[in-house]
Each structure stands twice: as structure tokens, then as C-alpha cells.
């Protein structure tokens, strides 16, 4: 990189084309890293997807009773429920590559513990690291966040979906094909934990280097691209020290390192996000009480069998990766205007959950399934997509953090909406999802000053 003001022309220029990452040092190499990342994502999912459908036969086999087996998997989802903010925050003080590595080989000792649990005990005992440490996908799109412009941020995140959504469909395949075989549950759970080390060579041989020399541009030519000065100032660390209390803090005392982690998170709390993570609550919500009794509401409307609602899953996800692809062709349609694409998906995943709600046949089902699966793709990218940008860049890793917990209150509440629901109408779970759906599309109209005077901030600046 030429010094100077020659070096600053040439990066405007770049910026101006839209062509990447004006703040790069060497496009070609970040360009390498964000494709690594989209193989981490995928070899995450991969690894998961092989192992989590065939958790439930296991436990049982062990001779868990429903109860057992359903306690042990609520445990699961606390800890993801509370471990999620702490470790992306820390992720924020520590740095995304220790970060990752842990989360990344703690995971995988989660798995290898699970391919030898011969007890109930021993089952209960491996799902404690896998609940607390996996977060690989959360630290990774704050990696991405921090390494891409906020132009290119939804093209980017819609793209790692996509990947990790591929592993996703892949992985239950290879795992039944491989539980037909005698302790076939055993060899699978040992093949995910030596996916996991596998992908943490693939972490441990990134050009770590040129993502923190680009890392520190990039967050010195996003500084000012935030929506309050307060918001900077409760949120952000300073572009100039950044790197160097990233630095220091992997070597610092747990106890200081919990201390900064408490005090990211006391800024989030007391920040003006809270509009952006209750429209996340509600949607998540929304989209979890769809699915909830699908299988089982399709045979009672339509008399349909559970092959053919698992043919339909199927098939909705494979129209998500499609979505995850078309990202970037749809935000260039919208001037990059992430709150005006949200609102429009979030009432389009409105309007066709109402449509599946009142559907009369099951062409209408498989009719607004094929939509659902784009409306809801692109939301879920836009709304981590629109924290980042109001919260801002230096406290990604917290932010995608309170996110994920805050879905994961929503797996929680979902499934007890649903079951009072369902005991007035197999249409009960849907119908309550389109009240809070339009409940979110209210919040986001009440606030839509506030993304709008941000939106053509962000237009101007590129």
C-alpha cells in the first residue's frame, strides 16, 4: 500500500466503485478469508446436522424416559440462552481468532464426549460444552462484519447463510446413511468432533494478519457511519486502541476480562436498540410458531402424510439457500436500504403465513411455503444486518450475542404459545404468529424516522 495521500485516492476510489472493501489492504486476500469463512460455516452446520437428528433415538436407547430426555435438552438451550452474549462480547474483547478456536475445539470436545456416552450421565455431561461454546456461526458473522463495508454486509451474511444451509441439508443425509451401520450414532458423533478440528485447522490457517491491518482501516473509515454519537460513545471502542486492547486482553486475568464483558453489555442494555431486538423477538417467534405443528397440522387439514410435510421442509430450505444467493441482486434494488428491505419482508412473511393460515388446499400451503422461504431468509439477514449498523462494528460480537439469546427466549416461549394455540385450532399457531408479526411491522413504522434519516446517511457516504 502506497503512502500518503496517493494510498487515501486510491482507496476512496474504491469505495466510490463499489467494487469490495475500500479499507482493505489487499482485496484478493480478504476476499480468500471471507471465502474460508463460508467453509466454516458450512462445516459447522455440516457436523451438527449429522449428530442432532439422532440425539433423541440415542437418549432413549440409553433408557432416558421423554422427560429426561426433554429436561436435557431444555438445559441445552439455557445455556445457549445465557453463554451466547457473554461469548460474543468476549469475542469483542478477546479477539475473533482465540475466540473462534476455543468455541471451535470446546465443540468439538462436546462431540467426542457424546461419542462415548454409554450413560445417560455421560450424555448430559458432553452437551455442557457444546451448549456453552458453540457459537462458531455468531463469531464468524461478526468476523464478517468486521471485515466487509456495510454495502456489502447483507450480500456477504446472505451468501454465509447460504453456505451454512448447504451443511445444513447435507449432514442428515450422511448421518442416517451412517446410523444404519452398528454403533452408528458412535462413529458419527466421532466424525462430527473431527469435522470440528478440521475446521479448527481451517480457522488456525487464516491470514489472520491481513485481517487486522484491513480491520483496523476499515474500522477507521466506518467510524462516523453510525446512527447517534451517543450510541458511539455507549457502544463502540475507540478506532485508534482497538487493536491494542485486543491484543492485550487475550493475556489479561479472567477477572478483567469478565469486568470488560460486563461493562459491553451494561452498554447494550442501556443503548437504543431495544426496537431492533424486540422485532427480532416477535419475528423469530412468528416464524417458530409456523413451523411448530406443521407436520402435524398438515395431516389434520389436508390428510397429507409426514413424508410429504418433511419433502416440503426440504424443499423450503433448499429455496432459502437460493434466497442466501439472491441477496445481492435485491439489495442493490433497494439503494442498499436494509430497514426498508426488512419492513417489506417482514409484511410479506405476514401476508403469507396468513395465507397458509387460511389455506383451502394444499397448493396454497405449498404456495406460500415457496415465498416464505425467501421472505424470511432475507429478514433474517436484514435484521442482523440492521443491529450492526445501529449498534456499530467495534461491538459486533455482543451484538450478534443479545441477538442470538434473544431468539433463543423465543425457542423457548414458542413451543408453550403453541401448544395453548393448537388447543383451539391446528390454525391457532399460525394465527397467533400473524399477530405478532404485524405487532413487529407496527414497532419497525413507529421508528421508521430514525432507520430512514440513517438509511440516506448511509447513501450519501458511498
Request: charged share 15%.
Amino acid at each position: 500500500r502506497r503512502p500518503g495521500a496517493a494510498a487515501r485516492m486510491e482507496e476512496e476510489e474504491e469505495e466510490e466503485g463499489g467494487g469490495g472493501r475500500g479499507a482493505a489492504g489487499s482485496p484478493a486476500a480478504s476476499a480468500r478469508f471471507v471465502r474460508c469463512l463460508y467453509a466454516v460455516g458450512f462445516l459447522d452446520l455440516f457436523g451438527v446436522s449429522m449428530v442432532v437428528p439422532l440425539m433423541n433415538l440415542h437418549i432413549k436407547s440409553l433408557g432416558a424416559s421423554h422427560t429426561v430426555a426433554g429436561i436435557i435438552g431444555s438445559l441445552y438451550g439455557v445455556m445457549q440462552l445465557f453463554s451466547s452474549t457473554f461469548v460474543g462480547c468476549w469475542s469483542d474483547i478477546v479477539g475473533r481468532r482465540y475466540s473462534l478456536l476455543t468455541c471451535i475445539l470446546l465443540s468439538a470436545l462436546g462431540y467426542f464426549l457424546l461419542g462415548n456416552s454409554t450413560s445417560v450421565f455421560l450424555f448430559a455431561i458432553s452437551r455442557v460444552p457444546v451448549g456453552i461454546f458453540k457459537h462458531t456461526l455468531s463469531i464468524s458473522k461478526a468476523l464478517l462484519s468486521d471485515l466487509v463495508s456495510e454495502r456489502d454486509r447483507p450480500l456477504v451474511m446472505g451468501r454465509f447463510n447460504a453456505a451454512s444451509s448447504v451443511g445444513f441439508i447435507l449432514g442428515p443425509v450422511v448421518g442416517g446413511y451412517l446410523a444404519e451401520f452398528e454403533g452408528g450414532f458412535y462413529q458419527t458423533s466421532f466424525i462430527c468432533a473431527s469435522i470440528f478440528l478440521l475446521n479448527g485447522g481451517l480457522v488456525w490457517m487464516l491470514p489472520w494478519s491481513e485481517e487486522n491491518t484491513s480491520n483496523r482501516d476499515h474500522y477507521q473509515d466506518k467510524g462516523t457511519n453510525s446512527l447517534s454519537a451517543k450510541s458511539n460513545h455507549d457502544l463502540h471502542l475507540k478506532s485508534a486502541t482497538s487493536s491494542a486492547v485486543t491484543n492485550r486482553s487475550f493475556v489479561q486475568s479472567p477477572w478483567v476480562q469478565v469486568a470488560a464483558v460486563l461493562k459491553k453489555i451494561k452498554g447494550i442494555a442501556c443503548s437504543n436498540l431495544w426496537d431492533v431486538f424486540l422485532v427480532r423477538f416477535l419475528m423469530s417467534v412468528a416464524i417458530l410458531l409456523y413451523y411448530s405443528n406443521f407436520t402435524l397440522a398438515l395431516e389434520e387439514r389436508f390428510g397429507v402424510k409426514p413424508l410429504f410435510a418433511g419433502y416440503l421442509m426440504s424443499y423450503s430450505s433448499a429455496l432459502g439457500v437460493l434466497a442466501g444467493c439472491l441477496l445481492g441482486p435485491i439489495t442493490r434494488l433497494y439503494q442498499h436500504n436494509t430497514y426498508r428491505l426488512l419492513l417489506h419482508s417482514s409484511t410479506f412473511t405476514c401476508v403469507l403465513i396468513l395465507l397458509y393460515a387460511s389455506a383451502l388446499s394444499i397448493w396454497m400451503v405449498i404456495l406460500s411455503s415457496t415465498f416464505l422461504a425467501f421472505s424470511t431468509t432475507i429478514g433474517r439477514t436484514c435484521i442482523i444486518d440492521l443491529e450492526l449498523t445501529v449498534g456499530g462494528n467495534e461491538a459486533s460480537g455482543t451484538l450478534l450475542g443479545v441477538g442470538q439469546s434473544v431468539t433463543s427466549v423465543g425457542r423457548i416461549i414458542a413451543p408453550l404459545l403453541s401448544g395453548i394455540a393448537q388447543e383451539f385450532s391446528p390454525c391457532g399457531p399460525p394465527s397467533l404468529a400473524v399477530g405478532l408479526a404485524l405487532v413487529a411491522i407496527v414497532i419497525m413504522n413507529a421508528n421508521k424516522q430514525k432507520y430512514r434519516s440513517h438509511g440516506s446517511v448511509k447513501l450519501k457516504k458511498q
